[in-house]
């Protein structure tokens, strides 16, 4: 019992390290742009949007309970206009730990002042689009990495839309999480200062 206790420790460990280690650089939000805009399902939304947020890496574990976190940039016409931070709890059945990566694209004015105008909460349901088909992980003498797959090679993916002026991409950095929704992510936001 003692030796399973820690392993179903380890996951959630990993996922609260990976939110403390969240360096600063200015270009982890350019190279997650990067990998969005690799795929064809995603790149559309580059061209058409008002604005869109980046959230380079969240983390999200729970044994019962759990929760997510990350911090990201908002973008307004291309434009960075502040920083929002991403908060979840859950309840309920969940198991391990999870980072990805997450960009929520705004049609209009109207759906950017939303997500920007206070605390913003998507609604209990409401799913992301994984670009990610495929997951690898592998252990070796020079460190630990990790691959994903995205785009149309991987298998037709079903046509997206907005949905309430919002369209949401997850891309899959690694570990494994037993839930899919996005539902219930809370959001804060501070305009950068003039």
Known sequence: MMRTTRWMVLP?????????????HADKYASTIN????SDTVAPFFEDCYGYAVFPTVGKGGIGIGGAYGSGQVYAQGVPTGIAKLFKATFGFQLGGQAFSQMIFFEDKRA????????????AGVSAVAITAGVQAKAGTEGATAGASAGPA???QAET????GMAVFVHAKGGLMYEATIGGQKFSYTANKQ
Not at 35 to 38: A, G, L, P, R, S
Not at 161 to 164: F, H, L
Request: charged residues 25%; contains cysteine; aromatic residues 20%.
């Open 12 to 24: 959630v460990a990993l996922v609260l390290a990976l939110i403390c280690f969240n360096t600063a």
């Open 35 to 38: 990998v969005f805009k690799k």
């Open 112 to 123: 950017f002042e939303e997500f920007t105008g206070g605390n913003f909460e998507f609604d």
């Open 154 to 156: 991987t298998g037709a």
């Open 161 to 164: 839309r907005y949905r309430k």
